[in-house]
C-alpha cells in the first residue's frame, strides 16, 4: 500500500492575477512556484503536468445552484458523494443533521481502516476545544467528525509535546502565543514541513486541517493573508525537501474558494486547486478524472490500495 498525505486548505480557489485582491498574485512563494515550473497558484496557471507536481482545476459547484459551504464541501472531499444534491443545498459551516449521517455512514477513515489501512488526522487540538465540545458549546466540523466516527482519537496537547501532531499553524507559534495552554515545541516553518513528513510515515492516510487560510478570506488583510501564505509556503519547503523520492503522494485540495478574492469577504464559487506532489505516474492514475470533489476519496482509496480497489 502507498500513502497519502491530504492537506486540506480550507477556502482556498484559484483566482485572477490581482496582486490587490488574490493574495496568491502577491505573495512570493517560492516552493509552489517552483513545484509549478514557475506558475503561480492562479486560475490561469491549470492544468498544469510538471516534473514534480500536477495541478487542477476542481470544481465545487456540483449543479447546485447557492454558494459552496465548509459542510458540505467536506463532507463531498470524505464520502465522494455530492453532499449539496443529496441534501438539497450548500451547508456550513459545520455539518447539519443529515450530513452527520451521511459521514456516520461511510467516509474515507471509516474506509481507509476498514481495509486494512492506518490514517489520522494530524491537528493538535486544545484542551478547551475538547471541552467545548463535550459541554455542547461547539460542534466538530466535518472533518474531525469523521475522524472520531471512524473510531479514531483526535490528537491532543499531549500528542503535540511528543512531537506526534502539529498545531494549527504548523509551527507552535499561535498555540504558545495564548495564555493558558499547555506548553509546545516551537517550530520554524521549515522545521515543521520536515516533521509533517516524519508524521505521514506512520499512517496510510494523513491528514492536516489548515483552517487559518479560510480566517483569514473572512476577516484578514491583504497584508495578513501575504504573511500566513509565505509561512505556509516554508513549510511546503520543508515538507518536499524531507519528503524526498518517496513513492507516495502529497495532495493538496479545498472546500470552496475564498482566499483568493478579498475584493468581496465571503466564499467564491472559483474551482479549488487540487496539487499532486510525487511520483509522475501516481499522479497521473490519482488525477483521472478528478474533475469535482466527488472524485477525490475515490482517487486517495485508488493510490492507496492499487487502481484495481474500487
Known sequence: MSRVLVLLLDGVGLGSDDPDHNPFAAAHLPTLEALL?????????????GERASLLAVDVCLDVDGTPQSATGQATILTGRNIPAVIG???GPK???AISEILLENNLFIEVTRRGGSAALLNAYPPRYFQSIHSGRRLYSAIPLAVTIAGLDLMTAEDLQANL???ADFTGVGWVAQPGLPPVPVYTPEEAGIRLAHLSLKYHLSWFDFWPTDYAGHRGTLAQAVTLLESFDAVLGGLVKAWGSRQDLIVLISDH???EDLAHRGHTLNPVPAILIGPKEIRRHFAS???DLTSFA????????????L
Open 298 to 309: 475515490p482517487a486517495v482509496l485508488r493510490a492507496i490500495f492499487g487502481p484495481d480497489s
Open 257 to 259: 474558494g475564498n482566499l
Open 289 to 291: 478524472g478528478l474533475d
Open 95 to 97: 455539518p447539519n443533521q
Open 165 to 167: 501532531a502539529l498545531s
Open 89 to 91: 443545498g450548500h451547508y
Open 37 to 49: 515550473d514557475g506558475r503561480r497558484l492562479l486560475a490561469s496557471s491549470a492544468p498544469h503536468q
